[in-house]
């Protein structure tokens, strides 16, 4: 059932999951560790050195093996308890796991009106944090991530929940057209976000391992016809800049949807992307602004009209 469209909330939490510390002030995208994380990461490092967990060893590799980091609480929805674990054992994975609950209040509140009739497309998966309870109730979902690293967490996550049947993974980025791209990275890290398609990342980010790597791009509505696959009703939008080729290569999904959840931010792609569903029949609906990012908010679009042309 589509969630009830209300006016505009100001007074929410920080909901921006672009990347950890993205609500510190400054609008620097990225996480950078305090005094006490720097301490603690050097004490682990020495600990690991001291008892040799490099690896190299028989000891090491079975020490390493039988570490199972996770994290499990209960989403409470409606009149729902459902049982989440996520993936940790990495200080990113451990923050998506930890603010579940508090980070995107609007997201929560819309996956948890999904029923089995919903096909939901979650554009810009990262490591599943939205596309795992999506899967305990919609009745199939389509998680799309360009990371492999990500990729790998998401598959994870996905086992560890009992959620494979529900969920076909697209491991590759999105884009207008078949193609093969530089995809920019802004580190090498797992939970990592920011990537950017075939250009340097629009915003300014903190770089830690960056690199680049080229690989297959794919159109949403290509990958939809040519395997068949059922019409997405409900879509999530959370791609970091790259708007403007994602839905270029969607037009044909997005016209046959019924809500579209995306992060928008005040730069010219995100702009170029409301006018794009407002052109395909979308209308704004529920909307959370970004605490202390200008221009920054989540919101939902509901379709009101047939598209334009």
């Known amino acids: 059932m589509p969630i009830p469209m209300r006016g505009r909330s100001d007074s929410l939490p920080c909901l921006n999951r672009m990347e950890q510390g993205d609500c510190m002030s400054g609008h620097t995208f990225g996480y950078k560790p305090g005094t006490a994380v720097a301490i603690t990461r050097t004490a682990c490092r020495w600990m690991s050195r001291l008892l040799k967990l490099d690896g190299a060893t028989p000891f090491s590799n079975e020490f390493i093996q039988q570490l199972d980091p996770q994290y499990r609480f209960v989403w409470r929805t409606g009149n729902r308890e459902i049982p989440l674990c996520f993936r940790t054992g990495h200080g990113r994975l451990l923050w998506r796991a930890k ?15 999904f029923t089995r009739s919903d096909i939901f497309l979650d554009i810009g998966a990262n490591v599943g944090t939205y596309t795992v309870p999506a899967a305990f109730l919609a009745g199939t979902v389509y998680a799309c991530e360009l990371d492999p690293m990500n990729v790998s967490i998401l598959q994870e996550n996905l086992f560890l929940n ?5 969920v076909i993974i697209f491991p590759f980025p999105c884009g207008a057209e078949k193609s093969v791209e530089r995809i920019y990275y802004r580190d090498f890290s797992k939970g990592d976000a920011l990537q950017s398609v075939g250009r340097e990342s629009p915003f300014d980010t903190r770089k830690g391992k960056s690199y680049t790597a080229r690989q297959l791009v794919l159109p949403i509505d290509a990958v939809i016809g040519e395997f068949g696959l059922q019409q997405p009703n409900k879509i999530k939008i959370d791609v970091d800049g790259n708007e403007r080729i994602v839905l270029g290569g ?3 999904t997005l016209m046959k949807a019924e809500e579209v959840y995306m992060e928008c931010s005040d730069d010219e792609d995100s702009r170029w992307a409301v006018d794009c569903l407002r052109e ?3 209308a704004e609906g529920l909307r959370q602004d970004v605490a202390n990012v200008p221009g920054a908010y989540n919101a939902v679009f509901r379709r009101t009209q047939q598209p334009s042309g």
């Open 99 to 113: 603010t579940f609950l508090t980070e995107e209040p609007l997201m929560l509140e819309w996956i948890g009106g």
């Open 162 to 166: 009992g959620v494979l049947d529900t």
């Open 250 to 252: 969607a037009r044909d």
């Open 280 to 282: 395909l029949g979308f």
